[in-house]
């Protein structure tokens, strides 16, 4: 009974000043999330030879937990990011009241909505822009003739022999379709584990949609980074709730103090 008697604390906020979409710190902070995914693809390489299970389900949902793992992390990094970018506004805006100048690059710093949607995506342009390529370019993959042996290339030079074999010749480059296909791959590889490398036409769908596909790491680092004013708010309600447990704890042992009093007395 007492516990439903007492009164839930309200939800408590401090004031903080917005600072801008972009500020001193946005290039850094963009240049760290591009290098991390480097790490994801890192990651990816070293799980590929356990996530290519002979179950098509197991597959999926290997590779799937996967990607949910990756998305994970970065919202977590962006919610962390959010905060501190709270908590920088809360101080701006404290000395602020006080009278005291804030410098706009220090207002700057202080958290925006857009900010970290911002650093996700202006650290995935070069990704980006090669799934961009891909999407445009990209064709359905057969096996290719594959590249003659060099020992036949006198073979070649036969009249007999070079027009039969003169089809290899065409196939012995790369293309730029081949490099950007290398380069997006490396960067959705659960996604190629899930459709199947001889899916042919799921491989192109998800060729054409990678752009979207590339993009999930920094959606889930920008959804995180608003996060940022709900843990604030936590903190300062947490920190509420023991001043108020501490405050209640004293005014117990104030009271047994006193009515303890006369009892000795008597």
């Known amino acids: 009974?007492?516990?439903?008697?007492?009164?839930?604390?309200?939800?408590?906020?401090?004031?903080?000043?917005?600072?801008?979409?972009?500020?001193?710190?946005?290039?850094?902070?963009?240049?760290?999330?591009?290098?991390?995914?480097?790490?994801?693809?890192?990651?990816?390489?070293l799980l590929s030879g356990v996530s290519m299970w002979e179950a098509a389900w197991m597959n999926i949902l290997f590779n799937s937990a996967l990607v949910l793992v990756i998305v994970?992390?970065?919202?977590?990094?962006?919610?962390?990011?959010?905060?501190?970018?709270?908590?920088?506004?809360?101080?701006?805006?404290?000395?602020?009241?006080?009278?005291?100048?804030v410098h706009p690059k220090d207002r700057a710093l202080c958290y925006h909505p857009l900010k970290g949607l911002l650093i996700g995506l202006l650290g995935t342009v070069p990704v980006l822009i090669c799934a961009v390529l891909l999407g445009v370019v990209a064709q359905k993959q057969y096996t290719g003739m594959g590249v003659l042996p060099s020992w036949i290339g006198t073979l070649q030079r036969q009249r007999e022999m070079g027009d039969a074999l003169a089809i290899y010749a065409g196939n012995a480059g790369m293309e730029m379709e081949d490099i950007l296909r290398i380069i997006v791959r490396m960067f959705i590889m659960p996604w190629v584990?899930?459709?199947?490398?001889?899916?042919?036409?799921?491989?192109?769908?998800?060729?054409?949609?990678?752009?979207?596909?590339?993009?999930?790491?920094?959606?889930?680092?920008?959804?995180?980074?608003?996060?940022?004013?709900?843990?604030?708010?936590?903190?300062?309600?947490?920190?509420?709730?023991?001043k108020r447990k501490r405050a209640h704890k004293e005014n117990k042992q104030r009271k047994a103090r006193i009515n303890k009093g006369p009892e000795q007395l008597n």
């Open 1 to 45: 009974m007492q516990q439903k008697n007492k009164k839930k604390i309200k939800p408590v906020s401090k004031p903080f000043l917005k600072g801008s979409a972009a500020d001193s710190t946005t290039a850094k902070s963009a240049v760290s999330f591009f290098f991390s995914l480097f790490l994801v693809v890192v990651a990816n390489f």
């Open 72 to 101: 994970a992390v970065y919202y977590q990094n962006g919610s962390a990011k959010g905060a501190v970018a709270v908590n920088h506004g809360e101080v701006m805006y404290q000395r602020e009241a006080d009278g005291r100048t």
């Open 193 to 242: 584990n899930m459709v199947g490398v001889t899916n042919r036409d799921g491989l192109l769908m998800l060729e054409r949609l990678s752009v979207l596909v590339v993009l999930l790491p920094a959606a889930g680092y920008g959804l995180g980074y608003l996060q940022g004013t709900k843990i604030r708010t936590v903190v300062h309600t947490n920190i509420a709730l023991g």
